[in-house]
C-alpha cells in the first residue's frame, strides 16, 4: 500500500493549481464528495472518503488531509503531498457508480465513484 499512497501523492504533485476564484463544485465533484470514491494507482487500489467537514483520508489511512472544491476540481492538502493544494480536475456529468479516467504522469487513474 505504501507504493499506492506514494503513487497518489506523486499524480496530485503534478496536477493544476488551484484558481483564485472559488465556484462552487460541479455534479461531478459534488458527487465524488458526497459518496467517495475507489482508485486505481499503478495497479494498486484503494477508497477516498471525504467527510462534510472538509476532512479526507484514503488508502487504509496512508493518505489523510483536508480538501476544499472549485468548480470541477477538487483540491487536497495531505501530507503526503508536501502540505501544499494540490488539485484535479474531473470530467463533468459523472454519477455514482460511474468509472472514469483522470490524466497523470504516471499513466491514467481509474476513478470509480462510490454508489
Do not use: H, W
Amino acid at each position: 500500500m505504501k507504493l499506492a499512497t506514494f503513487a497518489l501523492a506523486a499524480v496530485l504533485l503534478a496536477a493544476p493549481a488551484l484558481a483564485q476564484d472559488v465556484a462552487p463544485p460541479s455534479d461531478t465533484v459534488k458527487v465524488v464528495v458526497e459518496k467517495g470514491v475507489s482508485m486505481e494507482v499503478m495497479g494498486q487500489a484503494g477508497e477516498i472518503e471525504y467527510k462534510a467537514d472538509g476532512t479526507f483520508s484514503g488508502f487504509d489511512g496512508q493518505i489523510q488531509g483536508t480538501y476544499k472544491t472549485n468548480g470541477n476540481k477538487l483540491c487536497i492538502t495531505a501530507e503526503a503531498v508536501g502540505m501544499i493544494d494540490q488539485c484535479s480536475e474531473y470530467p463533468d456529468g459523472k454519477k455514482a457508480g460511474d468509472t472514469f479516467e483522470l490524466p497523470s504522469d504516471m499513466g491514467p487513474l481509474k476513478v470509480t465513484i462510490r454508489s
